[in-house]
DNA sequence: ATGCTATTGATAACGAATCTCATTACCGCT
DNA sequence: AGCGGTAATGAGATTCGTTATCAATAGCAT
């Protein structure tokens, strides 16, 4: 028995607010979301949650201007998303022929697993006329 | 002429440094090269250049690990990244396909400026077989 | 040359992420 | 249920990449 896993209530809580959070969200603000709604969890712990929701393939993370960002990952609805530079309001796009492309040149190149970051930024179309 | 831009040893040098690197090199390792090589360039002058070259589309740029990295690029060129996640190595994919799509994509839901990120993340072949 | 001002660079400041370590509490065992 | 070891927590300190500050420098038009 090298590791053992322990079960947490704060584990729980980053799922949990991770899951019901719309879009990439950075574990600070996870944190002071979490600490808002009442929580005690501490932002080290956070961070440790996110990572290993990240090195399990239950949390996608992404880099933005030097800060990594997660989101809950749901194996059966996989989906990429079309972000607003200025206001941050988030679509939700399907995308199975990039899927399948990002795929095959993984393949092609002989890279094995995969796993690929699509994202789409601009400003939406209230933005655009201001 | 509201801005006037001069043209400095220091920008020239960073240029030159940049397109003699092999691969991405980090702002820091870019400035200690230079110093190495008996410059006595600042490392904020070594980020305020790499930042212009970057908006001016003469270098690409990516985060990894929460630092940027840079890279020279030839002009016209739009390309994406194959990253290895165990040993960092980088391969250029060219994917008008993808282009297109989000080009598309952000059109039909009425956005302006689209800009995308599309990286993808794998094991090389040589980190494969470990 | 001269004046204006963009640029530089040493250093301070900032922020994200990690580390430290005493305390807490999960979990297998009896 | 109670115990013991030990993984996990969390407040604060620390590291490290990046940006801001601001006096001194140097590019460029005249």
Redesign the pocket.
């Known amino acids: 028995m090298v590791?053992?896993?322990?079960?947490?209530?704060?584990?729980e809580a980053v799922r949990n607010a991770l899951t019901q959070s719309e879009g990439f969200v950075?574990?600070?603000s996870l944190h002071s979301a979490l600490r808002d709604a009442g929580s005690?969890?501490?932002?080290?712990?956070v961070?440790?949650?996110l990572?290993d929701l990240a090195g399990a393939g239950d949390a996608d993370s992404l880099?933005q201007d030097?800060?990594?960002l997660f989101r809950a990952c749901t194996p059966d609805s996989h989906h990429h998303h079309l972000i607003c530079r200025e206001c941050g309001t988030t679509v939700e796009i399907k995308a199975d022929a990039v899927e399948q492309w990002a795929k095959s040149v993984a393949a092609e190149h002989g890279f094995t697993e995969p796993h690929h970051i699509v994202d789409v930024f601009g400003l939406c179309r209230a933005c655009s006329s201001t």
């Open positions: 590791t053992m896993k322990r079960n947490t209530w704060q584990r950075s574990a600070q005690s969890i501490g932002l080290a712990t961070y440790r949650a990572g880099q030097g800060e990594s």
